[in-house]
């Protein structure tokens, strides 16, 4: 039975010739860097994560300009599962507000704009927004998804098979089948249109991928690149979600939109609800379908357990989202001096939490390298924490779960093709590619 971490023993030492290479790993006296985009091309890089959880848990980061980027202050790295989960509760402490929750500073003229997103909001006040969009985002709702969902699985599976999926022959699962999955589910639950689907995934490719150098960067008259979070850059957006509003609020149907277009929302909090769903709601399941793939082909022993169908879904997906985090890390600011792990944070320091880390810290996880998708309790970051825990947690399980039971149903087994590609960026895990070759049962 092969684990990651054996793999990641075995090649350990000769990885350390071409680590000293890497770009910034050595960054502040040697403490490994995890901050620089391009190390995540090649995946999570656990030497380094482990390196920190050991012996540096709370680490100063440099953080040097990339890509075009401009360099930024530094901030602590957070790695240990027992102080993400603090600094994730402890919004008093920890703000989403101050500097909002990106690892990048936003430009201080854009921080007012920012902070009406409510990810970008502290208790109390986040509370208002959060219990308003709760009320759309309901059990019973997403559960009547399952049908929709299971129904774009099939087709999407079979479609893949007659463009050339058959028997033994290789195909990117991403762009045949996990990608579009994801974006339709979302529309659907959204209740965007079919035809302006295409809109949606340009825009959130533009905000998501932008350190990635397959995503051409816009720039601003001075050549520099400008922030795809600022206003001018969502102005598009924002006036499609507004006539989609009014549309609904005229045609009510049975989606999001529709359910938000009728509350107290004003017209602002509805378009800033838009655009995160938009980003949150998308990119996070396109990095999870092909990653839980990914996890159950690294291991080759729990994937023949899985495909033979002796094991149940439900705490395999919440074990192939442990492993495989869509999201791999997140940004708060300190709000006053205060201590994490021994180390003292001054107010105003940047604080950012690798759930990267936190999912394989030894302290909260037996044997966190083993793919044991019947692992009970699994008690992963990969939604988050505290007041901001993911508010499609619910709707992102049932879509995973519908598409790897129908995975299943479909094929025996499945064996890469080719190395995955994956995104540059310190942000999302995506994987860009995933050439395989499945067995498609009769
Ligand atoms: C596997 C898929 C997903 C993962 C791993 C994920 C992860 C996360 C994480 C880590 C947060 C916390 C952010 C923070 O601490 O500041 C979050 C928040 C959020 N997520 Fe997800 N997400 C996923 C899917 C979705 C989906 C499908 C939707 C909606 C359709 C969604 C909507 C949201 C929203 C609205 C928030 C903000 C909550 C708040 O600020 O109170 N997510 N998500």
């Known amino acids: 039975m092969e684990h990651i971490a054996d793999r990641h023993h075995s090649t350990e030492t000769s990885h350390i010739p071409d680590a000293l290479g890497a770009p910034g790993l050595r960054g502040v006296r040697g403490i490994p860097d995890v901050f620089d985009p391009r190390i995540y091309a090649a995946g999570i890089p656990h030497d380094r994560f482990r390196a920190l959880r050991d012996h540096y848990p709370v680490a100063r980061q440099n953080e040097d300009e990339v890509l075009g980027w401009p360099a930024g202050p530094g901030f602590w790295a957070v790695t240990r599962h027992a102080d993400v989960v603090r600094v994730l509760k402890d919004a008093a402490d920890f703000s989403s507000y101050l500097g909002a929750t990106q690892i990048r500073d936003p430009d201080p003229a854009d921080l007012p704009f920012i902070r009406r997103m409510m990810l970008n909001q502290d208790p109390p006040h986040h509370g208002r927004l959060r219990r308003l969009v709760s009320r759309a985002f309901t059990p019973a709702r997403i559960d009547r998804f399952a049908v929709t969902a299971r129904q774009r699985a099939r087709e999407l599976l079979a479609h893949a098979r007659e463009s050339g999926a058959d028997q033994g022959r290789e195909f990117d699962v991403v762009r045949a089948v996990t990608d579009d999955y994801a974006l339709l589910n979302l529309t659907d639950l959204l209740g965007v249109p079919a035809s302006d689907r295409g809109l949606l995934l340009a825009w959130t490719e533009r905000v998501i991928a932008y350190q990635d150098p397959d995503e051409p960067p816009v720039l601003d008259a001075d050549g520099r690149p400008v922030n795809p979070r600022s206003p001018a850059m969502l102005a598009e957006m924002f006036g499609y979600a507004r006539e989609l509003a009014a549309h609904k609020r005229a045609h009510p149907a ?189």
């Open 254 to 442: 049975d989606d999001i939109i529709s359910v938000l277009a009728a509350s107290e929302l004003r017209d602002a909090e509805l378009e800033m609800f838009f655009f995160l769903l938009t980003v949150a709601g998308n990119d996070t399941v396109r990095s999870a379908a092909p990653g839980g793939l990914l996890a159950l082909a690294d291991h080759p022993a729990e994937s023949r357990a899985w495909w033979a169908g002796q094991v149940a879904a439900d705490p395999a997906v919440d074990e192939l989202l442990r492993v495989h985090p869509p999201v791999l890390s997140f940004r708060r600011t300190a709000t006053r001096d205060t201590e994490l792990s021994g180390v003292p944070i001054a107010a105003g320091d940047k604080v950012v939490v690798f759930h990267a880390s936190a999912n394989y810290d030894e302290r909260a996880f037996a044997d966190p390298y083993r793919l044991d998708l019947t692992r009970t309790p699994n008690p992963h970051v990969s939604f988050g924490d505290g007041p901001h825990v993911c508010l499609g947690a619910h709707f992102a399980r049932l879509q995973l779960r519908v598409l790897h039971e129908e995975m299943r149903e479909s094929w025996q087994g499945l064996e890469l093709a080719g190395p995955p590609r994956r995104l540059v960026s310190n942000f999302i895990n995506g994987v860009k590619s995933l050439p395989v070759r499945v067995t498609w049962r009769s």
